[in-house]
């Protein structure tokens, strides 16, 4: 029997967990934003434009480090790099999304709503797609205003609190790969290994100790998790 694919009120109800995710998270954005003397639009176009969490705390740091624009948008792009490949794993499950829909639902994918979405059974549709991605996107875009005008006048232990919403959404999608799969794991530390050894002894110019941790970490991801790949197609 062929399965039917999700609608909006799927859609609705998977966006849920994400959209009470992402609001804290959006908000420790939005203050640690200001705290790097960016502008109100400015961080606000951050989450418009860029809407992916890693890369605008990273880009933040990088900022506050005096690092060139150059390295900055280098580093992002290898970091989403990632998503590339998550686009071309929901394209196959798309059913009936017209063409004019794809850059839209290209640029909503996160590591979450992806998460979300490869977990759903049957076609996906771009009704469930776009109320998924377009629900977490307003989260997102709303924590990080809220969090840049009221952030400040919050006490200093919940201010604190919000920025642990970020390691947490990092652990949720690391440990059930490192559950899956150890050499998950190894890549893990590899890539923190590089990236203190080469910021600890400056082997390389600021900023691009991040860069070539994500590059030596994916380089060594195409040969260690291949063999992954070709244990769970036995």
Known sequence: MKQQSRGANAGLVAALPIVIGYFPVAMA??????TVNISLWDTCLFSLVVFA????????DLIKAGIAAGDIIL????LNLRH????ASLAVRCENVKRGWLPFIAFGITDETF????????KL???FLLTLQVLAYAAWVSGT?????????????VQSSLGIGLYAMFTAILVPEIKRSANVLYLAAMSGTVYVISDTFQLLPAGWALIISIITASVAGLFILKDDTKEDAM
Do not use: C, I, W
């Open 125 to 127: 549709s771009a009704r």
């Open 84 to 87: 590339l490949m998550m686009s």
């Open 145 to 157: 205003l809220a969090g840049y005008l009221v952030g400040a006048a919050l006490p200093v232990a």
């Open 53 to 60: 969490g890693a890369s605008q705390f990273m880009a933040l």
């Open 115 to 122: 998460s979300v979405a490869s977990l759903q059974n049957g």
């Open 75 to 78: 580093a992002t792009f290898l």
């Open 29 to 34: 954005f939005g203050l640690l934003a200001k």
